[in-house]
């Protein structure tokens, strides 16, 4: 069925991150390279429903780095319902410092912030679980202090950038140096601890699962650099007469789509195809790479790494299916629409399927800004008084308690 929506609706924003949607690839011999991508359910499920711990889209397995010091911040605020925590995806660039995205600590759905803790190698250890099979030293670590980029802005998501700093360091656990060079066109390993489906469906219950396989376990896949959202999106309105603007001016925000094999979902290949030059000039033809993901809610924050290096942060995702705007709808969840799915859970066409857009915070453009934190010249918010901690952690007991808030 496709289902049509009224477009401001459905480009509503997913400001969260993601996980991408493992899947794990079957890679034909016979294909060129690129070589194809098909997602696949057997990577994150066995027969029966149950999670493959095999996936080499977990960290640590099959080969797959470990990515020892990207961990899982849980956040509370007073906005947030009572034994209510949000959950992001951080990366540690010293041994206190953890980068993520600015919507995960500077948000009015989260509200004041009354605390954040930060844990590797995943957030499963914060709710006394084992972190396997992802590998690395177990830790936790108390986030008492914030800073985000100036022009941080809930409304546009421009400068969705922040560092939490930690009271104690974390010690024998690796940091992550900044990449610094030009970061179009590369290829890039995304981690993530968030939600987590496959391309066919997103991350939703589609999977079998409420909301999305959620374990807060780490994942990895590869994409590619396809575009600078600024260029993207002023065409986009020019074209479309429609003002879907993220991430403010300028090359701050990278983009990449989410490829099935298939050219029908290839969003940014699909621009050759539009009378438009300045959106035809933008074309990146490339329907996928071995071990293709996306990301999904809960992998916000979340690294990129190019040549090991932290090249962009996990901001947000958004539906392709804008593209087949014709006056008053999109399609997405049809057999030839560009989106193969939609979140049976909201109604939105962002799900994090195949056929949609990602977002990523470039931090070579942003890096003075982190050079200026890592030398101490940034001044940075108080979160909580450790006192309030105290009483906090000493709450987290009841864990059963807790629920994730998507974001
Ligand atoms: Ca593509
Ligand atoms: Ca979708």
Redesign the pocket.
Known sequence: MTKPYLPLFAAVLMSSASWASAIPATTSALKPIPTMVVSKESDMLKPGGGLNLSSPYLAGVGGTPGYEGVGTLMIKGDALKPGYATYCTGSLISPTLVVTAAHCVANPEVGTLKSIQFAVPNGRILHGVSPAPNPGPLDIAVGGAITTLPGWDIKTLGEDLAVVKLDAPMKGVPTYDLFRGDPMGRQFSVVGTGTSGWGAVGADSETGYLGGIWDLRKRVGE??F?EYASDFYDAFLNYYGIDLRIGGPDKGVLL????SGLAQ?????LLCDIPDPALASLC?????IAHEAGTAPGDSGGPLFVDGKIAGITSWGQTGAILSFDGQYIYCGGPKDIDVSFDVDSGSCTDSSFGEINGVTNISYYADYLDSVLAGKIAFQRVPEPASIALVLAGLAGFGAFRRKRK
């Not at 990449?256 to 490829?259: A, H, L, M, Q």
């Not at 990146?284 to 996928?288: F, R």
Request: aromatic letters at 18%; a negative charge; glycine letters at 12%.
């Open positions: 994409n590619t396809d990449y789509d989410f490829d979902n290839d969003v940014f290949g990146v033809k490339q329907t996928g």
